[in-house]
């Protein structure tokens, strides 16, 4: 079974569950050559791989656009659920519930997110669903081919569609205002820090947003635009190097991590994420903080990336629920309906 | 049209209807609800059904009660008993008794009586509830209204211990509410007896016609299926007059799956509207739990392209519908059955639903264990087309029935059944022929257990395809199941009668009301008709026989268009020249005068110019230019509806029986 063949370059070797990467992958993508989306793919296969989470603890899930087509391209051995435009959230909110051991991971876009699925997005924030929520986030319809999105900038300039008149909706700052439990966000262009990231939002309990800038090569990828590579190349200012270390699994450090100014946060599972400090002191525990920062960021032009916001001690949806051990979805009749003799309690109830 | 009581008319024992106008929000469903189960635990046949409006205080509501001794216990239009303690329903409420009824009203409503013919009753409630040394100034205006209960019972003859039993019944055995209430019962009662002469004819005598039986709304009694069903999730979103079936899930379902260690088998979810309510429901039973979701119009047309995914991808769910009348917000307090056509084709391109159609709460009850059933076996979406009547309003019924079957959970594959299929399988592979595949559910730890369910073209293996032929195999096999599910859904049920010549076809809670209409017609009229109760789509072979086998077939529908009617003649387009279409909706329950008089509104042409359909068209103009308003006030007078015949001909859209409900 993990007798497969290996991508060029890469070492033949099994993770602590016994799977190569080759288990982690998916079908080969059909998003364009160059799109900030299949790097983000990429970084989904690395970071459960690397993580030993078996395809089989995760589901995937996502809406309608190109964002929502990509969890065909990862984890073919997971469970998926490719729904309606806006309302992946509802869905894996509910699907949630049929097991609760099982970590969801949604794909969603700017316009499946911060257009016709904002309702949704902030509910399953607020509800604090135990999911990893990924907006890759290019400020562009792109399988319409080329309309504005709420994340686009005022006064960016498009091919048939003309000036955006419109100030940009920021996902982080609508996903902290809705109480969100974990915040981060980042750059397609930067592998190492999504993948950072992604283990930070997998080993997180509840609901993790990922804005992940990541351009459009077809249709929004002008030099001077917020969602281009080059902007974002010139723009980024990096907030933390982040490193995380899973519970189980000493070896996971990188090798460039420095020593130096340090905060730790300790996540619901055990696990901590070790923050390092670039260029000022950040309290990512502080929400305030986090809407200044996002303020401050958004006057100054600057790309922020990193953990803007973590609260890890808050119990996710399912957690709330006071479930059964058992997953609900394995359940059988026996504890699912009641006994005969309580149908005449019942109908006595019944006057 | 005066009847001025010279002598006494004879008594009128357990046949008349008792009709209260409160001020929505003033508390009188505690005391109306008392009156209900009093006279049901009397033994006498008994319904009541609450007309209010959409409103939480401050506008005029009515409730009314029908007791039968024959059992009929549909809305009826005439009111022999009123009560009003509203200044602004009391005219109104004044006009509508009946010649030689009886009119209670409290006597601090300063008001002309404008009336010779109906017996009056001042009642002085507020003098009373003053009396009433151990009230709490806060609670005057609530136990107020148990002060008409008890002048109520004490002219008609209802018994003070079944009042107090059903109180017993309302406030749980709690002791002091009890007795704060009876003590305003008694006080009424006594005051009536030494205060007033008895001069109207209605009587209550006990009977044995309710032994065994239950009084229940079909909104608890579709949770309570539910449950017995193994629901395992529900997500809602608060509508009228949907909210108190998933209110009732929690109110059961601690009781009923209650465990030893406190933890839960089930979730419920209050979304965030009813886009997320159905999306919810629908990734929940793609993970392999029992899930339901329960709305009305304005949500049912929310959650459409939901339907559309959950048929096309193969996501077991049941959606309730309580229907209230539409279109758009319509009257949102009003009964409906208008949902039908929109459901039976819900979501855009080729759609086919499975409908349940409950006639009743007992049915209520049973299609909700069974909708999971079939929803499961079937593997698409089923709804269970429930209306506001049904739902809200108490109703006397058999007990609910354990479910005869072990659940039937369908086609899942585990990872045993994997390992034994050497994970050879396809989501959407049909193995067996029937248009059902198999399916497995998140968490199967099997390497080959997954697949990746989607809205878009796919093939049997569930990969993305837009390919011709295949989609074309999809879509036949999906035609396939829909013809498959025959053998699941419950059967109509026939009521024949001897030598009947017409046929009547009914659905859900107009059941009474046509039972009570074929009872008119054949004593007044000399009708005979057979009835076939449509219990679900699609229709089986019972309705094509029942059609061909009548040489006229009148579809009673509670809705303008006549939606069953449509359904039939699209489906039996070789029958639909016996079909007629009796619909009306007003918003109000069906009742035996609006089937009866739909009825033989149409009656005449079949048989008497079966031959000649131009003069029928000819002799219908006529008709409706002579129709003329006969009700006894103006305000009526305007609202009365034409009658109108159509011509048998043509295959007519509109539903063109009206009656009035006056």
Redesign the interface.
């Known amino acids: 079974?993990t007798d497969t063949l290996p991508m060029a370059g890469a070492n033949i070797q099994v993770n602590a569950v016994g799977l190569s990467k080759n288990d982690y992958r998916g079908n080969p993508s059909t998003l364009c050559q160059g799109c900030g989306h299949n790097s983000i793919s990429n970084q989904i296969i690395s970071a459960l791989y690397e993580m030993n989470i078996s395809?089989?603890s995760v589901?995937?899930f996502s809406g309608i656009g190109c964002s929502s087509k990509s969890?065909?391209y990862f984890l073919?051995?997971?469970?998926?659920?490719?729904?309606?435009h806006g309302?992946m959230?509802?869905?894996?909110?509910?699907?949630?519930?049929?097991?609760h051991?099982?970590r969801g991971i949604g794909v969603s876009g700017d316009g499946d997110t911060a257009s016709i699925g904002m309702?949704?997005f902030k509910?399953a924030v607020r509800r604090n669903v135990n999911m990893v929520y990924i907006v890759e986030n290019n400020g562009v319809y792109g399988l319409t081919k080329g309309q504005f999105s709420a994340t686009a900038e005022v006064g960016l300039s498009l091919k048939k569609q003309g000036v955006n008149q419109y100030l940009p909706i920021d996902i982080c700052m609508e996903a902290i205002a809705s109480n969100a439990t974990f915040v981060a966000r980042s750059f397609a262009g930067d592998p190492k820090q999504v993948k950072e990231l992604l283990k930070a939002a997998l080993a997180h309990n509840g609901v993790a947003v990922l804005d992940i800038i990541s351009p459009c090569v077809t249709f929004n990828n002008q030099d001077n635009a917020v969602h281009s590579y080059t902007w974002g190349k010139d723009h980024e200012a990096p907030l933390h190097e982040i490193s995380f270390i899973p519970a189980r699994n000493e070896i996971m450090l990188e090798a460039d991590m420095q020593d130096g100014e340090i905060r730790e946060v300790e996540l619901h599972d055990g696990s901590t994420i070790v923050l390092k400090k670039i260029d000022k002191d950040y309290n990512p525990t502080h929400r305030w903080e986090a809407l200044r920062l996002l303020e401050e960021s958004q006057r100054e032009n600057l790309l922020v990336t990193g953990l803007i916001y973590v609260e890890p001690s808050k119990p996710s949806l399912t957690d709330t629920?006071?479930?059964?051990?058992t997953?609900?979805?394995?359940?059988t009749?026996a504890?699912?309906?009641?006994s005969?003799e309580?149908?005449d309690r019942?109908?006595a109830m019944?006057? | 049209m005066s009847v001025n009581s010279t002598k006494k008319p004879a008594r009128i024992v357990n046949d008349f209807s008792i009709t209260v106008g409160t001020v929505n929000g003033s508390g009188s469903s505690t005391a109306n609800n008392t009156i209900l189960r009093a006279i049901f635990k009397m033994g006498i046949p008994v319904s009541g059904k609450n007309l209010f409006p959409s409103n939480i205080q401050g506008l005029p509501t009515w409730y009314t009660i029908r007791v039968n001794k024959d059992g009929f216990v549909a809305r009826r239009d005439e009111r022999e008993i009123v009560i009003t303690m509203n200044p602004n329903s009391f005219a109104r409420d004044l006009a509508d008794v009946q010649p030689g009824g009886a009119f209670f009203y409290a006597d601090d409503i300063k008001q002309p009586i404008t009336r010779d013919d109906i017996t009056v009753y001042p009642m002085p409630i507020k003098q009373l509830i003053r009396e009433q040394k151990d009230l709490a100034s806060n609670l005057r205006d609530l136990v107020s209204n148990m002060i008409y209960v008890g002048v109520l019972a004490q002219m008609i003859g209802m018994d003070l211990e079944t009042i107090r039993a059903a109180l017993t019944f309302h406030f749980k055995g709690k002791e002091k509410p009890i007795t704060l209430n009876y003590d305003a019962v008694v006080a009424g009662a006594e005051w009536a007896k030494a205060n007033l002469e008895k001069k109207d004819p209605f009587y209550l005598e006990s009977m044995d016609k309710t032994h065994g039986l239950i009084m229940a709304d079909g909104n608890t009694a579709g949770a309570l299926g539910s449950i017995y069903g193994g629901l395992q999730f529900a997500a809602w979103y608060p509508i009228t007059p949907a909210s108190s079936l998933a209110e009732s899930l929690n109110e059961y379902l601690p009781m009923l799956r209650k465990r030893e260690d406190g933890k839960h088998t089930y979730a419920v979810v209050q979304a965030e509207d009813e886009l997320a309510a159905i999306g919810m429901t629908i990734g929940a039973a793609w993970s392999g739990l029992r899930s339901m979701t329960s709305t009305s119009g304005p949500g049912l047309s929310l959650m459409t392209e939901f339907m559309g995914l959950a048929y096309y991808a193969e996501v077991p769910v049941v959606v309730w519908d309580v229907q209230r009348i539409g279109p758009s917000t319509g009257l949102p307090t009003r009964t409906s059955q208008g949902d039908l056509s929109f459901s039976a084709f819900m979501g855009h391109g080729d759609t086919q639903q499975i409908i349940l159609l409950p006639g009743g709460v007992d049915e209520c009850f049973e299609f909700g264990w069974k909708s999971l059933d079939i929803a499961e076996r079937l593997q698409t979406p089923v709804l269970v087309l429930s209306d506001l009547d049904m739902g809200m309003n108490q109703w006397m019924s058999k007990p609910f029935a354990y479910p005869e079957t072990p659940m039937d959970r369908g086609k899942v594959l585990w990872e045993k059944d994997l390992e034994e299929l050497k994970g050879n399988w396809g989501r959407y592979l049909d193995v067996d022929g029937d248009g059902v595949a198999y399916r497995t559910f998140p968490g199967n730890k099997h390497p080959l257990a997954a697949y990746f369910l989607r809205g878009t073209g796919h093939d049997e293996y569930a990969k993305y395809s837009e390919d011709a032929s295949i989609w074309l195999r999809n879509m036949d096999r999906l035609k396939k199941k829909y013809e498959t599910a025959k053998q699941y859904i419950p059967a109509p049920v026939l009521h024949a009668m001897r030598g009947a010549a017409i046929g009547i076809i009914a659905y859900g809670s107009t059941e009474s009301a046509v039972e009570e209409a074929r009872y008119l017609l054949d004593k007044e009229n000399g009708i005979k008709a057979d009835f076939l109760r449509v219990r679900a789509l699609p229709f089986t072979d019972e309705v094509k026989k029942f059609i061909a086998k009548h040489e006229v077939v009148f579809v009673v529908d509670m809705n303008r268009d006549g939606q069953m009617y449509q359904l039939l003649t699209v489906e039996y387009p070789a029958l639909a020249n016996k079909l007629v279409s009796v619909a009306y909706g007003d918003g109000m329950p069906a009742s035996a005068k609006w089937v009866r008089e739909g009825v033989l509104a149409k009656y005449k042409k079949p048989v008497a110019a079966k031959a000649a359909s131009k003069p029928t068209k000819a002799t219908a103009a006529k008709k409706v230019s002579k129709a003329k308003p006969a009700s006894k006030s103006t305000k009526a007078a305007a609202k009365k509806p034409v009658k109108k015949a159509a011509p048998k001909s043509t295959a007519s859209k509109s539903a063109v029986a009206k009656n009035s409900r006056k």
């Open positions: 079974m395809p089989d589901a995937k969890p065909t073919n051995r997971s469970f998926g659920f490719n729904g309606l309302r959230p509802s869905v894996a909110t509910g699907a949630l519930f049929g097991d051991t099982i309702g949704q509910h629920y006071n479930l059964v051990d997953p609900l979805n394995r359940l009749e504890d699912l309906r009641p005969r309580s149908i019942i109908n019944m006057f």
